[in-house]
Nanobody, 119 residues
Framework: QVQLVESGGGLMQPGGSLRLSCAAS????????MGWFRQAPGKERERVAT????????YYADSVKGRFTISRDNAKNMVYLQMNTLKPEDTAVYYC????????????WGQGTQVTVSS
């Protein structure tokens, strides 16, 4: 079955950097759009960044543009989120998600990794 396993979360001071990783298995990875989403306490889940299966086109939420970078390695079935200049408002559980190229919604999700930005 499809598994997405996130890693790399933790506690970081404002202005610091973290790199999240997502290892995917059980799917033809190169045929899937991949994304990072986050959910903070009391807030709705937010799409943070996505990268398409073809041409690796990227999307970023306005709140993270210029600070976060999403990338994928199809040879390793991995997707990454480099997060720089972290802010307290980036605190959330971050989820990796996958969507087949023919699907309209992300339907595979990881268990999430906590990112806390605090001094």
């Amino acid at each position: 079955q499809v598994q997405l396993v996130e890693s790399g979360g933790g506690l970081m001071q404002p202005g610091g950097s973290l790199r999240l990783s997502c290892a995917a298995s059980g799917l033809a990875f190169s045929n899937y759009d991949m994304g990072w989403f986050r959910q903070a306490p009391g807030k709705e889940r937010e799409r943070v960044a996505t990268v398409t299966w073809i041409n690796a086109n990227t999307y970023y939420a306005d709140s993270v543009k210029g600070r976060f970078t999403i990338s994928r390695d199809n040879a390793k079935n991995m997707v990454y989120l480099q997060m720089n200049t972290l802010k307290p408002e980036d605190t959330a559980v971050y989820y990796c998600a996958a969507r087949h190229s023919t699907a309209t919604r992300y339907n595979y999700w990881g268990q999430g990794t906590q990112v806390t930005v605090s001094s």
